[in-house]
Structure formats: structure tokens, C-alpha cells
């Protein structure tokens, strides 16, 4: 049986005024607050002549035991990071927070999606603290073995002779 955890966050995000004739603002994930913040979604928390920061709502980082090598991997790193996910919703708020996640190989699964803004962001001290703390308690290193290929049976292919060539 596989243990997990779950660690609340809040998704801190960021728009600015885009220099281009396409679009009129540009998003991106600043950041994620250990805990869950008292705020609504969408909150306004910042705003400058060029941008503003929204708390764009509440996620959860799931930890599974089967994916502990992708986390020792990410907090080998120095500066673990976390990846967030946002998905354009095509109606006010802009975006839906999809995941939170502190598995690399996930998070890039999400950018073959199409439309997902998918970004890392550092990965707080207190969650990492956690994450760290699941890792020791869970991983199990597992041993590589490369495969090897079945040598053909060339009995089993039909083998055939060639025809004779006509003498003529």
C-alpha cells in the first residue's frame, strides 16, 4: 500500500500589460504559501502602473511514495522548486489553478496540454522541510535492470530457400 500526503498552498500570480497587439495582459505563477490563506480567490493583493499580483486560489501538493526519487531528485536541486499549473477558463477568473506539484516529471506532463501556463516557483522552506521528512520515511531505492532483447528464432521466421534461377 502507497502512503500520501497532502501539503495546502495558495497560488500567488502575477499580470502585466503585454507589449503586443495580440493580448492585453501576460500571466504567470509567482509563487506558493504553505498553508491556506484567508483571502478569496482571485484577491487582489498588489497592483502597479504595469501589473498586479492576485492570490489566485488554493491547491494541494500530493506526495506519493511511489514517486519519492522524483522528489529526492528535485530537492537535490539546491533550489527545489514547485510547478504550478493554470488553465485559461475563458470567462472571469481568467484562470483555474490545476495542480501543484513538487514531481518534475508531472509537472512537465502538463505543458503538452496546449493552453496550460505551467511554471516553476521556489519551493518554501516549510515544504520542503515536509517533503524532505516523506522522502526519508518512504523512498526505497529500486535497482535498475536493463533488459535484455530474445534472440531471434530463426526456426520460427519460415526460413526460406531460394528459388532456383531459370537456365534458359
Known amino acids: 500500500m502507497s502512503a500520501s500526503i497532502r501539503i495546502p498552498v495558495g497560488v500567488v500570480v502575477e499580470r502585466r500589460k503585454a507589449d503586443s497587439p495580440w493580448i492585453d495582459f501576460t500571466w504567470r505563477p509567482l509563487a506558493a ?3 491556506e490563506p484567508d ?3 482571485w484577491t487582489m493583493l498588489s497592483e502597479t502602473a504595469d501589473g498586479a499580483t492576485f492570490y489566485a486560489g488554493r491547491a494541494d501538493v500530493m506526495l506519493h511514495s511511489s514517486e519519492t526519487s522524483n522528489y ?3 530537492l537535490a536541486t539546491g533550489e527545489a522548486k514547485l510547478w504550478v499549473v493554470l488553465r485559461p477558463t475563458g470567462a472571469e477568473p481568467p484562470f483555474a489553478v490545476v495542480c501543484v506539484t513538487a514531481d518534475g516529471s508531472e509537472g512537465e506532463g502538463y505543458t503538452s496540454a496546449g493552453n496550460d501556463i505551467v511554471e516553476q516557483v521556489p519551493m518554501p522552506e516549510a515544504i ?3 517533503v524532505d521528512v516523506f522522502v526519508a520515511e518512504h523512498h526505497v531505492e529500486q535497482p535498475f535492470f536493463k533488459r535484455k532483447r530474445d534472440r531471434a528464432n530463426l526456426d520460427a521466421l ?3 530457400t ?3 534461377e531459370d537456365e534458359g
Open 33 to 35: 504559501i504553505p498553508g
Open 39 to 41: 483571502a478569496s480567490p
Open 72 to 74: 529526492r531528485d528535485n
Open 128 to 130: 520542503r522541510g515536509t
Open 158 to 160: 519460415g526460413r526460406r
Open 162 to 164: 531460394r528459388p532456383a
